[in-house]
Nanobody, 124 residues
Framework: QVQLVESGGGLVQAGGSLRLSCAAS????????MGWFRQAPGKEREFVAT????????FYADSVKGRFTISRDNAKNTVYLQMNSLKPEDTAVYYC?????????????????WGQGTQVTVSS
């Protein structure tokens, strides 16, 4: 079955950096657009970033544009999220997602597969 396993979360001070990874299995990775969502306590899940099958097209939420970078390595079946200049409002559980239809979907309901999530906490 499809598995998306996130790693790399943790506690970091404001202004710091983290790199999240998501290892995919059970699917033809290069056939899927990949992405990241996040959910803070008491809030709805929100779109963070997506990347096309080849890695040539990316989309970002306005709140992370210029600070976060999504990338992928199709040889390793892995997608990454480099997060720089972190802010306390970036604190959330971050989820890896996969979809084989359209890149750039910002609605969580349109994604077929989800990881279990990794906690990112940014202290002020």
């Amino acid at each position: 079955q499809v598995q998306l396993v996130e790693s790399g979360g943790g506690l970091v001070q404001a202004g710091g950096s983290l790199r999240l990874s998501c290892a995919a299995s059970g699917l033809t990775f290069s056939s899927y657009h990949m992405g990241w969502f996040r959910q803070a306590p008491g809030k709805e899940r929100e779109f963070v970033a997506t990347i096309s099958r080849s890695g040539g097209t990316t989309f970002y939420a306005d709140s992370v544009k210029g600070r976060f970078t999504i990338s992928r390595d199709n040889a390793k079946n892995t997608v990454y999220l480099q997060m720089n200049s972190l802010k306390p409002e970036d604190t959330a559980v971050y989820y890896c997602v996969a979809d084989d239809r359209v890149v750039g979907n910002k609605s969580p309901g349109l994604y077929d597969y989800w990881g279990q999530g990794t906690q990112v906490t940014v202290s002020s």
